[in-house]
């Protein structure tokens, strides 16, 4: 038997349709069993312990990882071997969040005397809350899932995908409460671009001292077309006898000049600068400076302080090389 394209588009289909469905239907079943698991993770004093057995468990794993980026401290205990010794990693000030769609898997229930005589509070994530897990359970969430996307109605599908959705929804309510920033998510991500975009201040990758392209108030544009030759930024900026910024003068400044056919030796740069140019400031987020240069189409910026004197400049290529794009 030969399957078409059609038949595999369509098969395709009916899993998302079908999974779409039971995402949708788990929004109106966030109720107080929610809010409750929330509360539970809020006041924990140790670590969120997530365990499930096979395709729960690489899901748990998720949920853990997802906890742990978002301000939750969590790790993922694998059920088989927590009954041949990794038990020892629970303490007593923990909070265990054991998945399991039945609600039956043995290893987990095997678990659970140990657990409760430790007083460590159950979440359960399950699609029976009448289960021997539910029963055990200080909170229940069920995922409510009716049909599992394969057309077997056996392979964990339907019911993984609502799992992480809900453990997603956890880790996100848990992060708004908290008030978890931006800066906080980067101490916990510091390699990758992630890190990078978000630790990485204009500071860290701008050229200072005579390395910043600047030429007196009184400079000619000649003069100012060496100074940006020389420093090879593209622009200059102008400054005054106090060193404060007046304005800046681009490559793309002169084009629009020589169209004009203004003379370029004996015109002084300050008659034709952009004035009130955008500026960086110290300490700025690297990312939040490529926002503004994409916003405003700039290719380079100079830094200043709060007397708005040059401290320093930089161009998409050094923003390119420092990974934040």
Same mark, same amino acid.
């Given at each position: 038997? *030969? *399957?078409?394209?059609?038949?595999?588009?369509?098969?395709?289909?009916?899993?998302?349709?079908?999974?779409?469905?039971?995402?949708?239907?788990?929004?109106?079943?966030?109720?107080?069993?929610?809010?409750?698991?929330?509360?539970?993770?809020? #006041?924990? #004093?140790?670590?969120?312990?997530?365990?499930?057995?096979?395709?729960?468990?690489?899901?748990?794993?998720?949920?853990? /990882?997802?906890?742990?980026?978002?301000?939750?401290?969590?790790?993922?205990?694998?059920?088989?071997?927590?009954?041949?010794?990794?038990?020892?990693?629970?303490?007593?000030?923990?909070?265990?969040?054991?998945?399991?769609?039945? !609600?039956?898997? !043995?290893?987990?229930?095997?678990?659970?005397?140990?657990?409760?005589?430790?007083?460590?509070?159950?979440?359960?994530?399950?699609?029976?809350?009448?289960?021997?897990?539910?029963?055990? /359970?200080?909170?229940?969430?069920?995922?409510?899932?009716?049909?599992?996307?394969?057309?077997?109605?056996?392979?964990?599908?339907?019911?993984?995908?609502?799992?992480?959705?809900?453990?997603?929804?956890?880790?996100?309510?848990?992060?708004? /409460?908290?008030?978890?920033?931006?800066?906080?998510?980067?101490?916990?991500?510091?390699?990758?671009?992630?890190?990078?975009?978000?630790?990485?201040?204009?500071?860290?990758?701008?050229?200072?001292?005579?390395?910043?392209?600047?030429?007196?108030?009184?400079?000619?544009?000649? #003069?100012?077309?060496?100074?940006?030759?020389?420093?090879?930024?593209?622009?200059?900026?102008?400054?005054?006898?106090?060193?404060?910024?007046? !304005?800046?003068?681009?490559?793309?400044?002169?084009?629009?000049?020589?169209?004009?056919?203004?003379?370029?030796?004996?015109?002084?740069?300050?008659?034709?600068?952009?004035?009130?140019?955008? *500026?960086?400031?110290?300490?700025?987020? /690297?990312?939040?400076?490529?926002?503004?240069?994409?916003?405003?189409?700039?290719?380079?910026?100079?830094?200043?302080?709060?007397?708005? #004197?040059?401290?320093?400049?930089?161009?998409?290529?050094?923003?390119?090389?420092? !990974?934040?794009?």
């Amino acid at each position: 038997m *030969t *399957t078409t394209n059609a038949q595999f588009i369509a098969s395709g289909k009916q899993v998302v349709d079908i999974e779409l469905n039971a995402i949708a239907a788990l929004s109106s079943r966030l109720d107080e069993q929610f809010a409750n698991a929330c509360k539970l993770l809020m #006041q924990c #004093q140790g670590k969120v312990v997530v365990s499930g057995m096979g395709k729960s468990g690489h899901i748990g794993n998720k949920i853990a /990882a997802t906890l742990a980026s978002t301000g939750t401290p969590a790790f993922f205990m694998h059920p088989g071997e927590a009954n041949h010794g990794d038990l020892g990693m629970l303490a007593s000030n923990d909070v265990l969040v054991a998945i399991s769609n039945s !609600g039956e898997t !043995g290893e987990l229930l095997n678990l659970l005397p140990v657990v409760k005589r430790m007083n460590v509070p159950v979440i359960a994530i399950t699609n029976r809350a009448d289960s021997t897990l539910g029963k055990y /359970a200080d909170v229940v969430l069920d995922i409510g899932v009716e049909q599992e996307a394969c057309s077997l109605g056996l392979a964990p599908t339907t019911s993984t995908t609502v799992t992480l959705v809900l453990g997603d929804a956890l880790a996100v309510a848990l992060l708004d /409460a908290k008030g978890f920033t931006s800066d906080d998510f980067a101490l916990s991500h510091p390699g990758g671009s992630l890190g990078r975009k978000l630790l990485l201040t204009v500071d860290d990758i701008m050229l200072k001292g005579d390395e910043i392209p600047l030429v007196p108030v009184s400079a000619t544009i000649t #003069q100012a077309l060496l100074e940006i030759s020389k420093k090879g930024l593209g622009l200059t900026g102008i400054v005054n006898e106090h060193n404060e910024l007046l !304005g800046v003068f681009t490559d793309g400044d002169l084009r629009r000049l020589l169209d004009a056919r203004v003379d370029i030796h004996a015109t002084a740069v300050a008659n034709v600068m952009t004035k009130g140019c955008k *500026t960086s400031q110290a300490g700025e987020l /690297a990312v939040e400076a490529l926002n503004l240069m994409e916003s405003y189409k700039i290719s380079a910026l100079l830094v200043v302080n709060e007397n708005r #004197q040059p401290i320093g400049a930089f161009n998409m290529h050094m923003l390119l090389k420092a !990974g934040v794009i």
